[in-house]
């Protein structure tokens, strides 16, 4: 068996698949197989079963598997790509972008299979004929000498070779919040970034692009009993952009309607009047069978912790925001309200229902949806045992989340508070190397946080902070929340007083201005479509099962928020011992 521990020196050429060390030609399933030891462990090949396909053979959870890449063929224009590449979603000028794109980011090669394409196995030895991309798809016969190539020890300009430690385990973690891999041990490393090019097939016409004229079979997804033999290759679900949109996998079904657009506008300020409520009302987004996560599950479940690192590493921190905006303003009943929920709690809004004894409920459920977006955020921190760099880079994350979230941005500041308590929970603000790593790598973010973000979190707890509706489209309820389900403010008598008339007052002038922060929040929202499995990730129902289990979710809200604390304390002193 080749070995894979040296290293050679490659073309920098991204786009010939010769020049790139994880491509072997021509390889048979057999031969990839027997290359393939440890899970994350792929390679890229040319199919003999397929007329010379890329293939890309991974291995997860013990076994082998084939992803047979799917090619659209595009007609020629100048400046422009002959293909597009793609396994499931988005689609790539070339074969190299999409792996750097998938080992990058560490996303499922398909939602059937999870599996994730982490370390690759390079070849060792010259190949015999190169194929680049067009003619591996277009036409086998054609081929080209290879030019004579040097070798050496340096690393490789694009994916260095898989080495492995004498235990067979690869050394270091995942990254959190981070768009690069960090070489740890014998990890491979990824150097040079390549274009962002999504933005190029979700821009193209059906007129542009079809699949190729000879698409490739349907894979089967039973073993066939006629031969035998168990499926070649992995089922992919390709979802194709404009006229040729297929059917989205049915594991996330979006919704039917976009209810913030959908539903119908709110009666005028004048023509609304007080109904008598005729019981407590719930906005908790009732429940439904998870994409993430199965009928029963564990608290932190590595698997599930590991995917959502996935799922957010894929989405600008502005796009996690709008998400967050519109889990948020479903949870406070600001938008999405029904006009059985408005006839049942008397006024057309939750910010309205807060301020009403009729909304405990409500309340409640506020302050339990802050409470778990800090401790779920708190876990991105101190669950990265890795390196340093990887709980700084979940830092950094973290503050430019909030950055997208505050007043003139998303203006969100229901989830502001959640990141943000996050940030500021004792056990990680000890974290005193992660906080002095972030200083001195991320010097920009951490005067952001220091400077801006956290002197308006401080004059958003005393109800002094930005809340205009148009800079602001989902307000800072909690402080109203705590004191009216009877928590104590904390300070001097005298100031205590002046902060509780202005978290009174500013209730009341939210719930007067519920409708234009009603309006403010639709126009953020206007045109935008949510991913389902990170809006899933963000809901409460979804963060309770998480953090607790399928069965702890069950326990009393004190009971549960007790027990995490101590796991969090456990945690923080696993990363940095108190000295």
Known sequence: MPSTKNSMQVPQDKDDLACQPWYHSQLSRQEAEAL???????????????????????????????????????????GRPQALFQLEDERFASMSALVHSYVTHRRPLSQATG????????????????????????NRDATRPLRPRKWSSSQPADLDHSGRGKDGTRAGAPPTFGSALHRTGSEPTLLKALPPLGSMADSLRASDGQLHVKAPCKPLQTPSLASGHTPTYCELLP????????????????????????????????????????AEVSFCIPGHPSCLLGPQNRPLDPIVLHTLRSLFVAHHPG??????????????GL?????????????????????LPHGHLLRLEVLE?????????????????????????????????ALALRPGATGDLLGLAGV????????????????????????ETALVFEQELKPLMRALDESTGPCNPGEVALPHVGPAV??????????????????????????????????????????RLQGFRPSPELWEALTTSFLRRLLWGSKGAQATRAHRLEKFQHVLNILSQQLEPQG
């Open 239 to 278: 979802r194709v952009p404009s006229a040729q949109r297929m059917t989205p996998r049915p594991s996330c079904p979006e919704p039917e309607a976009w209810w913030w657009e959908a539903e119908e506008e709110e009666e005028e300020e004048g023509d609304r009047c007080f109904v008598r409520p005729q």
């Open 420 to 443: 943000m308590g996050a940030l500021l929970m004792p056990q990680v603000s000890r974290l005193e190397s992660t906080w002095r790593h972030l200083r001195r790598n991320h010097t």
């Open 335 to 355: 938008l999405g309200v029904t006009k059985s929920q408005r006839s049942a709690m008397g006024v057309a809004s939750g910010l309205e229902l807060l301020t």
């Open 36 to 78: 393939l030891l440890q899970d994350g462990d792929f390679l890229v090949r040319a199919s003999e079963s397929r007329g010379g396909h890329p293939v890309i053979s991974c291995r997860w959870r013990g076994k082998t598997l084939h992803f047979e890449v799917f090619r659209v063929a595009l007609r020629p224009r100048p």
């Open 115 to 138: 599996a994730v394409a982490s370390r690759p196995v390079s070849r060792q030895r010259l190949l015999t004929r190169s194929f680049s991309e067009d003619v591996l798809t277009d």
């Open 369 to 401: 949806r802050i409470e778990t977006l800090a401790l779920a955020g708190a876990v991105a921190v101190l669950g990265c045992s890795g390196p340093l760099e990887e709980r700084t880079a979940a830092l950094k994350g973290l503050v430019e989340l």
């Open 319 to 332: 796009s996690t925001a709008l998400h967050l905006l519109l889990v948020d303003c479903q949870a406070v």
């Open 482 to 523: 705590r004191l009216l389900e009877g928590e104590e403010t904390s300070g001097p008598l005298d100031e205590s007083c002046d902060q509780l008339l202005r978290t009174l007052l500013g209730a009341r002038q939210v719930a007067r201005d519920a409708p234009r922060f009603r309006r403010a929040a639709a126009q």
